[in-house]
């Protein structure tokens, strides 16, 4: 027998339903393609190496609607997927840490007969317990470090002198590149990799799975995250001269440390990471077309965050570095993300300029598949389904705000901490600069955030930094998050 109660709370009113409802029609199948450091600018094109992704620019410009203004929330890795399966903000509350929220998307769309399904080859989402919230759940095993199955009889080679990579010391008191290198034997072929064999399994699961209606497909992708091993003929793509040691991962520090050439070659290998996505994902999209689903189905390209390849002089997207004393916004080459959307029946080839944050996505998804789900927690994120239709919407939210978990310690904001950014379709404002002086740039002028002009708009930096603090109260945020800011 189905009960009902009616939930109300300060941002979402609906009725919730205690098992699943049958509905008149069958709701869309929802296919949600997540690749972890995806930069935006991979696919629209401003960086000094474009990276070559005919599918996602095929995507973009035939059939999907872009959000121009997209810009992660909390950050990094877990805390914004926490976001997106949430629909709540997470960094005010906590950083790092397992899945414990009540909101699960999965779980929700479990109410109205969805069945879900993850695959992923990025290893924290299993250790942070994120599979256990769906009906079935897959790993690649091997990323970056992950030492699932020991080969003693093969020494573990040396990849890059420690000085040019992240700090840190592992099994073996080995780096992470060591390890990741070692675990996947060398690998040098392309059906070796990461993106291939992903795609491998989310092609093989939407051919096993496509006769069944309503399903989630969360498919999450760790590259382009580091370490950068694609295979060393594509790098030569993008830096045909260079006959040094491969760079095949940051130091999450000073650019500067790397010299020219070096840079230059890491960049390379990011790029070359980030075809590999592009191809995989087309191949994603390929059987999508062979099975008709693209008639029944949303389907959604994103990522978590960007990464900084020179710019700020840092390569990285935290100090992670016994070298580098600076604090780390979120400047716009790790917040500003890509977001693409295609859903049945709405006309693509298009860009919404509204802001949004992945918060927004699973109230929009509800919405776009029109179920009526009050979670357990209320929703911080909103609805952009309108905007999506093409309807007029007003904005979101005045502005969009990434940041981490901060907290003082001993009275102090710790000397690398990542430090949160502001952004508005023309401003972005750190409250906390790299060494603590508050910073302003105008990204109409200077996308990439490189020129401070706080000095200039005083009372734009005053206003802002109210709409922080102002967000924060409004959200229910605890007191020491608030306090970080009050004194800056």
Not at 21 to 35: D, E, Q, R
Not at 251 to 257: E, H, I, L, P, Q
């Amino acid at each position: 027998m189905t009960t009902q109660r009616k939930l109300t709370g300060p941002e979402y009113t609906a009725t919730r339903y205690d098992t699943p409802t049958p509905l008149t029609a069958t709701p869309p199948n929802i296919i949600l393609i997540n690749s972890d450091t995806y930069r935006y600018d991979n696919l629209f094109k401003r960086a000094a190496l474009p990276v070559h992704t005919p599918n996602l620019d095929a995507f973009a410009s035939e059939r999907a609607v872009s959000m121009s203004h997209f810009y992660t929330g909390s950050f990094p890795t877990i805390p914004e997927r926490t976001d997106l399966i949430s629909g709540r903000y997470s960094w005010p509350w906590y950083g790092w840490r397992s899945l414990i929220q009540e909101n699960k998307m999965p779980k929700l769309l479990n109410q109205h007969a969805y069945v879900t399904q993850l695959l992923c080859d990025c290893p924290h989402l299993f250790n942070s317990n994120f599979h256990q919230t769906f009906n079935g759940a897959y790993q690649v095993r091997g990323q970056e470090g992950d030492t699932y199955f020991l080969r003693m009889n093969d020494p573990i080679q040396k990849m890059m002198p420690r000085e040019k990579t992240r700090t840190g010391h592992h099994f073996q008191d080995k780096n992470l590149v060591d390890l990741h290198r070692w675990m996947n034997r060398y690998w040098v072929c392309e059906e070796e990799s990461f993106p291939y064999r992903t795609a491998a399994q989310a092609v093989r699961w939407l051919e096993e799975n496509y006769t069944y209606s309503p399903f989630l497909l969360w498919v999450d992708f760790f590259d382009p995250h580091e370490p950068w091993d694609p295979p060393e003929y594509m790098v030569k793509k993008y830096d045909p001269d260079y006959d040094g040691i491969p760079m095949l991962h940051p130091n999450y520090g000073k650019a500067s440390d790397y010299t020219a050439e070096e840079l230059h070659n890491l960049r390379a290998h990011y790029c070359a990471e980030a075809e590999l996505i592009d191809r995989w994902v087309g191949r994603i999209f390929e059987k999508i077309d062979d099975l008709g689903l693209w008639e029944n189905s949303i389907v959604i390209f994103t990522t978590d965050h960007g990464m900084s390849l020179g710019e700020h002089d840092r390569t990285g997207k935290s100090n992670i570095n016994d070298s580098d004393d600076r604090r780390w916004p979120l400047y716009p080459e790790i917040a500003h993300i890509p977001f693409l959307i295609v859903v049945p029946g709405m006309s693509g080839a298009r860009e919404v300029e509204l802001l949004a944050q992945p918060a927004d996505i699973l109230p929009t998804l509800l919405d776009l598949a029109g179920l009526d789900i009050t979670p357990p927690d209320p929703f911080h994120g909103h609805s952009f389904a309108p905007a999506l239709r093409g309807e007029a919407q007003p904005p979101l939210r005045e502005v969009a705000i990434c940041a981490s978990h901060l907290r003082k310690y001993e009275g102090a904001i710790p000397a690398t901490a990542v430090t949160p950014v502001l952004y508005t379709k023309q401003w972005a404002y750190a409250p906390i600069g790299p060494y603590s002086v508050r910073e302003l740039y105008d990204l109409s002028r200077d996308p990439y955030a490189e020129t401070n002009c706080a000095a200039e708009h005083p009372n734009i930096v005053e206003t802002l930094h109210t709409c922080l603090i102002e967000w924060l109260r409004n959200i229910n945020a605890p007191e020491e998050a608030i306090e970080v800011f009050t004194e800056t």
